[in-house]
C-alpha cells in the first residue's frame, strides 16, 4: 500500500508534468496523472483521499482476480470490481458536465466520460499486471485488453462490455451519422500521454463552448506540458492567449517551444504565427 501527501501545490503538479513530457514515455502512471490534473482545478481538495480510491480497486481486483486467465475471466473480473462492486457508470444523464472528465469528481459521483473511466479501469487492470491500452477510435473512447497476441476490445463507458465489428460500425454511426471507413488506425492503441490530452480536450471543448477562454488557456496549458513537442497544440495555445490580449505570454510559448524543438518539422509555420504576434505589438 502506498501513502501520499494530503496536499501538493499547483508549482509542483505542473513541475510533475512537465517531467512527464520531458520524458516522453508511452506508458505513466495514468491513475496518479488524471488525479494530478483534476487538482490542479481542485486544489482544497485531499490528493490521499484519491488515491486512497485507486488502492482499494487495486486491493479488490487482486482479490477477485485469483485464477482469471482468460481474456473473457479478466474482462468480468474488471467489470464485476469496477461497475458492480465500486459502482462506476457512464454518464449518460448529464454527459457533458465538465466532472465528468474530472478524475476527482469521477470518483466522487461514481460517474464519468468513457475517457475518465477508461483511465480508471486501465489503472484497475495495471495494478494485476495486465496489458490493457486505449484506442484511437473518434468520438467514444475504448480499449483495448491483450493477452499472449490475443486482444479483446471493451467499452469503459458501458460496464466493460465486449465490443465486436459490429458494435464499432454502431457506434461510429451514431456518433458520426455515416459508414465507418475502413481505417484500421481507429483500433490502434494510443500513449498514455494521449489519453491524458483526450481528457483534457473534453475540458477545453466545453470551456469554449460556454465562451470561457481563460479557462479554456489554463487546460490548453496543462495539455502543452504533457505533449510537449506537439507544434499544433502549441500554436492553438498561441492564438487563443493572443486573442485574449496576452500576446506577450503567447510569444513566449513559441519562443519556449522552439528553443526546446530546434528540428522541427513544421518549425515555418510558427515562425510566421510568430511574426504576425509581434507585429501586433507595434
Known amino acids: 500500500m502506498l501513502f501520499y501527501a494530503m496536499h501538493i501545490s499547483k508549482a509542483d503538479i505542473l513541475a510533475r508534468f512537465e517531467a512527464i513530457g520531458a520524458r516522453g514515455e508511452n506508458l505513466i502512471d495514468i491513475g496518479e496523472a488524471a488525479l494530478l490534473l483534476a487538482n490542479l482545478d481542485l486544489p482544497t481538495n485531499c490528493l490521499s483521499v484519491y488515491h ?44 457533458d458536465d465538465p466532472q465528468n472528465a474530472n478524475l476527482m469528481r469521477v470518483i466522487d459521483r461514481r460517474k464519468g ?21 486505449g484506442l484511437n477510435f473518434p468520438g467514444h473512447f475504448l480499449l483495448q485488453l491483450s493477452k499472449s497476441g490475443e486482444q479483446a ?12 465489428n459490429e458494435d464499432l460500425q454502431r457506434i461510429f454511426r451514431r456518433i458520426h451519422d455515416r459508414q465507418m471507413p ?19 480536450n473534453n475540458i477545453k471543448i466545453r470551456a469554449l463552448g460556454a465562451g470561457n477562454r481563460k479557462r479554456a ?63 501586433s505589438l507595434n
Open 52 to 95: 486512497d480510491e485507486l488502492n482499494l480497486i487495486t486491493s479488490d481486483m487482486s482479490a477477485a482476480s485469483q485464477g482469471a486467465e482468460t481474456l473473457r475471466d479478466r474482462i468480468g473480473v474488471l467489470s464485476d470490481t469496477l461497475y458492480k462492486k465500486h459502482r462506476y457508470q457512464g454518464d449518460m444523464e448529464t454527459y
Open 113 to 133: 466520460l468513457p475517457v475518465a473511466l477508461g483511465i480508471l479501469a486501465i489503472h484497475a487492470g495495471r495494478s494485476q499486471g495486465w496489458e490493457i491500452s
Open 153 to 164: 476490445l471493451i467499452d469503459p463507458f458501458d460496464e466493460a462490455r465486449l465490443v465486436g
Open 182 to 200: 475502413r481505417q484500421t488506425d481507429f483500433i490502434q492503441a494510443i500513449s498514455d500521454r494521449d489519453i491524458l490530452v483526450r481528457l483534457q
Open 217 to 279: 488557456i489554463e487546460i490548453l496549458q496543462s495539455i502543452v506540458l504533457i505533449v510537449p513537442g506537439n507544434g499544433e497544440l502549441l500554436a492553438e495555445l498561441a492564438l487563443l492567449e493572443a486573442s485574449a490580449g496576452n500576446i506577450k505570454s503567447a510569444l513566449a510559448h513559441i519562443e519556449k517551444f522552439m528553443a526546446r524543438n530546434p528540428g522541427f518539422a513544421h518549425a515555418n509555420k510558427l515562425l510566421s504565427l510568430k511574426e504576425r504576434l509581434t507585429r
